[in-house]
Every structure is written in C-alpha cells, then in structure tokens.
C-alpha cells in the first residue's frame, strides 16, 4: 500500500473511531442552548422521579415499597423533609401504585373533616384530583381503581364494586390523600387520622381474593441527592420515566418532550444504561438549571390566584412553560379550585428578620375569601420549612385558631416573645437567629369569584430597635 493511501486509510479509520466513540462512549457535544431547551421540556419527568423515589424509599413520608401505602399518625411539623411549605394542619396518606400488572385498588373510610382530596400524578407530573370534598366525596366509603394504558391484566367486565375509576398517564403513580380536621375541636384530629389509617391498598386480584403472579419490579436508578442526580443521572432517569409512560403523538406538550429527549438518545423501550445515550456535562446542567430557576421563580413570584388557576391540571390542559414552572417552584400541589399558596409580601418588600417585630392587620371585610379553612403561616424561604415553634403552632386561621376583636378584625403578630396585650392565638414566633423569613397564606377551596376584588394584606415592620441583637 502507498504511503500516501495508508495515511488516508488511517485518517479514515481515526474519524470513524472518534465518531463511534461520540455516539456509543456518550462525548457531549451539545451547545448551552441546546442543554437549556432539554431541560425546560423535560425536567419535570426527572425532578417528580426523585421526589416520587423519596416517598417510596425515603424517610419520613415514605411507603416504604411499591403498592403500599404511608398511613399517618400525627401532622408533619418543621422537621418535615419531603414536602416543600408543607401545611401543618394536615393529615398525609401516600400511595405508592404499581400498575404494570394489574390495576390497583385504594378503598377510603368516610370521613369528618374541614376538607379532604386526593391527587395522582406519574412521572411525567400530570395531575388529577379524582375525589375531593368540594364535590361532595368522602361522606362514605368509596373504593378507587387505578390503571394505566399499558396494564396488563385490566379487566373487560363490568365491576359495580368500584365507585371511581382513574386512568393514570405512567405505569407507576402516587397518589396522596390530604384531610384537614377541625384543629379548634379537640376531637378532631384523633379522629381523622383513626379514620385515614383504615385506608387499604390492594391490586385488584387481591381486592377480589383470586391468585394472581407479581411482576419483578425494575431496576430503578437509586437518588442519592436531588441536585446530585440532576446533574449526574439527568438522562438515565429521563429514560426510566419514559420507558413506563404513555405519550399522545397529537399532543404538544409529549411530543416536544420526545423530540428534545431524542437529540440526546433517549427515546421510549430502552435501557437506561444503553450506550446510545449521551452524557452530559455535569456543569452544563447545572449552569441551564441555575439561569431556567431564576427566570421561573421571577415568574412566579409575580402570579396572581388567576395565574395559578393554570397549574397543577391534566397535562392535556397544560404548556411545557407551565409544567416547567411548577416542577421548580411548586411541585405536587393542587390547582387552585382546590387549594391556593399565597406569599404575602411586607411593605418594604423584603423577607422578615427575626431581629425585628412584625404585624398584620385585616379588617373582618378583607379577610381572605374561602369556602373552606385558611390560615397564615411562616416558613424559612430558602428551605421551605417551617418556622420552629415550641408549642407546635405554626399558623393562625379559621382551623388552627385565631381571635378576632369587638370589631371582627385580625392581626397577627410575628416577634421573638409575646407581650401580655397580644394573643395567644394570633401571635406566631420570631427568633433573633431566623433570616429571610416568608408569609404564606394558605386556602382550601378557596372562593376563586371573590378573588376578583380582593387585595391580600401586606405585612408591617414595627420600627424600633431589633429584637435580641
């Protein structure tokens, strides 16, 4: 062979190699741009992977496996690790629904309460709110039937001993009832969670008590922590969402997720570890991830209740922004018919410091507008955990307890100790230690039509030294 043939051959056989060991060995070539574009359409599914993996293997809130469910025994207090602001006048029941095989069974006691509601969503973050006390359910037993496109072993007949049946979008699902007692009745509580934890979970085999075969479960890719799995695992979890989901080729919203998902080499039924896949650049996503929560939480932070009346519905009624948006900000609430959060801001429009006293003040006409319970709150901004009490009271509302005066007007009280003219029920602790401190206001079932002209109350600091300095 001539020299000059032997140096193109290899020239030749150097770029093949190069450009098989691009597409099989995963070297990232890709722009900014384009790590930016994959994850505003696809973060969702792996952001509600890692929280859907923390409820069934984590601590805390967690059903401990598969087609099992977390029953509790008391309400979550600022030590809560799982939801983010959670609500400290709530009752949590989680289930963790495999439906791969067969569908599953959830069988709910009646129950006495302020308000209750149960929601389902997949890995893809669709969410649906099959029962809610709004509507009128559980005043009675009511058994629910969950399934996917893809199970298996659904039956064709008729089973007039289910009274709901869900089609979820993914084989693999949670669903989590939320039941908020009359807190001002002692009885209550007690009651409620006696009453939640005859919830029973079964797959529909064993709800009919017939033989059945469990299918092995998969190999799901273990969350170590959730920015390192962001980082690190981005598109192997992408891939294990994908492979137990059902997409709709007519629907936008799956069909921009797929074909960003696809530049990269995930595409439905295949491995996560497939060699077709391509690695990225751990700083690149986390770079993307940083510039896309700046510009969401902006974004968010300026919604009005007509804003969030957009989120938190079935992904047929929903854009890739607005998915974007609550996966960041707000994961796994519920829309706004159901529940409202809203921030309340101070005059100056700063976070509180617990160095300094604060108040705020409502007149009996602009009390916040709800058929259903509502209190205000404090939480730590930065970690969304509550702010530390001693006697274990974090809010002041209709169901937490407050007191109004002759007038019927309210002011709650933020500082690090309670004077004498001041309220038990209105005031709310404030430690030298705690910074960038937020209101929050929370609602249940709210009364959307009396929004319209309704301003939310700002919070005052009371201008005088600082508190414990």
Known sequence: MKTKDLWAWV?????????????????????????????????????????????????????????????????????????????????????????????????????????????????????????????????????????????????????????????????????VLIVVPDLMEKKSLPQSAKAVRKTELDLLPQYLEIDYREEKLPKFIKAKSFEEDLQKNYLQILQFTFNFLSFDENLSLDQSALDAAHKFGVVPKQSPYSRRIFKIKREQISKALEKIKTQQFIKFNGMTHQDMSKLYLPKENMTSELMLMQAICAPLSLPANEYLNIKIKTKDEQSMDGRFEYTLSMPTSSLPPAIGPWSFMSYHSESGKLVFSHDKKYSVGTNTGMQLDALGNLTIYLSGTKTASVPQANWLPLKAEDRDVEMVLRIYEPDLQAFENWNAPQIEKILKAPNNP
């Open 11 to 175: 020239v030749m056989l150097i770029f093949t190699l190069s450009c098989s060991a691009d597409y099989f060995a995963g070297r990232s070539r890709f722009t900014d741009a384009e790590i930016e574009d994959l994850l505003r359409q696809t973060y969702r599914y792996v952001s509600t992977y890692i929280y859907m993996s923390e409820l069934v293997h984590g601590t805390g809130i967690s059903t401990r496996g598969w087609n099992k469910l977390y029953k509790p025994k008391k309400i979550r207090d600022e030590r809560e690790k799982i939801w983010l602001y959670p609500n400290d006048d709530a009752l949590y029941l989680v289930g963790a629904l495999d439906m791969r095989n067969h569908p599953v069974v959830i069988s709910f006691p009646a129950l006495s309460c302020d308000y209750a509601s149960m929601r389902v969503f997949s890995f893809d973050s669709s969410m649906q709110v099959p029962l809610s006390s709004r509507h009128g359910h559980f005043a009675k037993d009511e058994t629910v039937l969950f399934y996917s496109d893809r199970t298996k072993n659904m039956p064709k007949d008729d089973m007039p001993f289910i009274d709901h049946f869900v089609k979820v979008s993914g084989d693999f699902a949670i669903a």
